[in-house]
């Protein structure tokens, strides 16, 4: 919420002519009092939600960095954040729940602005969002959910019809089964069933999942997930009814999988650990489903332990990892090459987040002024005009940031940005 201190200037000498300063966060968003979990942004780049082992959310408002909502949208640790168009914000916590609110730019004005970190009184109770949709999941595995658009038939969404708000196109998530914890749920809104299950892997013993991925085309689904044996799964699923076959397994890691990400191409996917291995393993296509050679692409010793918050940025370039060491990193995502090491934090990183790459700018724009013949309303027209004319300069400039956001355990969250 306040600038970050000044990029330090570096004399020149033969000694350190070479040397760059050392990188400096644009800005750091200071609100939770407690450790931060989770991070997303949404709304073409002019919100970023960051939530935290309270159970707090908060909505930033990235032209001015500012709180415009604040919530408590879970009794225990928020796992995992998401976004579902424009004005659905998706949270997963520790208390078995994921939840769907309507916070679109109208719900902001009355929603609760003072931060988690300011709160001097116990009793305080924020207004929440509308609640949309509510899903009881397994969270003991401590495993966020994954979720994509599905273009399931209107035979799959039940009786409830997609009228006014409802028209948001239909998702699919992906959680760890209720009953077994190696197993997976496929749930799909707004119908809010479970559509499929994916049964633990008898044949190897892989522990619980630790971390998802999900993908859908047509009929076609294909789920990515990665255990705390250090295995790491792909399963697809074709036709309606037809069981799921796992196409990929390797076990690239010794430690738990923290993270998972797949590439915007949908032709690879990255893997990051307990232990101090990256992986980038090859994600089989409709063509050459049975084609994949059962190893990784790429391994990456890191020498750093505990790697999570794992992220690709839409433009499939980079990506980043949160360190338990308090550095963020990041890398070339077609040969894993550090690429930079940023120090600021000074205790562990838990979550990234990149802002999306040339973002479409539908919606963005400020609603139009309605004028009158009367001069004295015409001229507070004017006056509103323009504020409104520098509130989408200051949009515009969010948006086409290439913002790089992390979460630490010391309650603050640190903007970027890069490349």
């Known amino acids: 919420m306040f600038p970050a201190n000044e990029r330090l200037s570096v004399v020149s000498t033969p000694q350190n002519k070479e040397r760059l300063p050392p990188a400096q966060p644009a800005y750091v968003l200071r609100g939770h009092a407690a450790q931060v979990h989770a991070l997303h942004f949404t709304r073409d780049n002019t919100r970023l939600l960051t939530a935290d082992a309270d159970g707090w959310v908060i909505s930033w408002n990235l032209a001015f960095k500012r709180p415009v909502a604040v919530w408590k949208a879970h009794d225990t640790a928020v796992l995992g954040l998401g976004s579902w168009c424009q004005d659905r914000v998706i949270t997963h916590?520790?208390?078995?729940?994921?939840?769907?609110?309507?916070?679109?730019?109208?719900?902001e004005d009355?929603?609760?602005?003072?931060?988690?970190?300011?709160?001097?009184?116990?009793?305080?109770?924020?207004?929440?969002?509308?609640?949309?949709?509510?899903l009881?999941?397994?969270?003991?595995?401590?495993?966020?959910?994954?979720?994509?658009?599905?273009?399931?038939?209107?035979?799959?969404?039940?009786?409830?019809?997609?009228?006014?708000?409802?028209?948001?196109?239909?998702?699919?998530l992906a959680v760890p089964n209720t009953m077994d914890s190696g197993g997976i749920d496929i749930f799909q809104l707004p119908s809010e069933s479970r559509i499929s299950s994916i049964q633990a892997e008898?044949?190897?013993?892989?522990?619980?999942?630790?971390?998802?991925?999900?993908?859908?085309?047509?009929?076609?689904?294909?789920?990515?997930?990665?255990y705390e044996s250090g295995h790491t799964m792909v399963f697809v699923h074709g036709d309606p009814g037809a069981?799921?076959?796992?196409?990929?397994?390797?076990?690239?890691?010794?430690?738990?999988?923290?993270?998972?990400?797949?590439?915007?191409?949908?032709?690879?996917?990255?893997?990051?650990?307990?232990?101090?291995?990256?992986?980038?393993?090859p994600l089989p296509s409709a063509r050459s489903i049975w084609n994949t050679d059962m190893k990784p692409l790429k391994l990456l010793q890191t020498k750093h332990s505990g790697r999570q918050g794992l992220q690709i940025r839409s433009d499939g370039k980079i990506f980043s990892t949160a360190g338990w060491d308090a550095r963020i990193r990041i890398y070339s995502a077609k040969t894993l090459n550090e690429l930079a090491?940023?120090?600021?934090?000074?205790?562990?990183c838990y979550a990234t987040a990149f802002a999306e790459i040339e973002p479409s700018l539908t919606g963005?724009?400020?609603?139009a002024v309605e004028t009158s013949s009367s001069s004295g309303v015409a001229a507070v027209a004017r006056q509103t005009s323009n504020l409104n004319t520098v509130q989408q300069r200051r949009n515009d400039k969010a948006q086409s940031t290439h913002w790089l956001a992390a979460g630490s355990k010391d309650g603050k969250v640190s903007l970027w940005d890069i490349y």
């Open 93 to 107: 916590g520790r208390d078995n729940k994921l939840l769907v609110w309507q916070l679109g730019a109208a719900d």
């Open 136 to 172: 009881t999941v397994n969270t003991l595995n401590f495993c966020s959910f994954a979720m994509c658009f599905g273009a399931l038939s209107a035979s799959s969404l039940g009786n409830q019809a997609l009228e006014g708000n409802e028209r948001a196109k239909p998702i699919i």
């Open 364 to 367: 963005s724009a400020p609603q």
């Open 110 to 134: 009355v929603m609760e602005k003072t931060l988690p970190v300011n709160c001097t009184s116990q009793a305080l109770i924020p207004k929440d969002p509308w609640l949309l949709h509510s």
């Open 202 to 226: 008898k044949s190897t013993n892989t522990g619980m999942v630790m971390a998802l991925g999900i993908k859908a085309e047509g009929s076609r689904m294909q789920v990515t997930a990665g």
């Open 243 to 281: 069981p799921w076959q796992m196409v990929y397994v390797a076990q690239p890691h010794t430690q738990p999988v923290l993270s998972i990400a797949t590439s915007p191409s949908q032709d690879f996917f990255i893997t990051s650990s307990a232990d101090a291995t990256i992986a980038k393993h």
């Open 341 to 348: 090491v940023l120090k600021w934090h000074k205790e562990g």
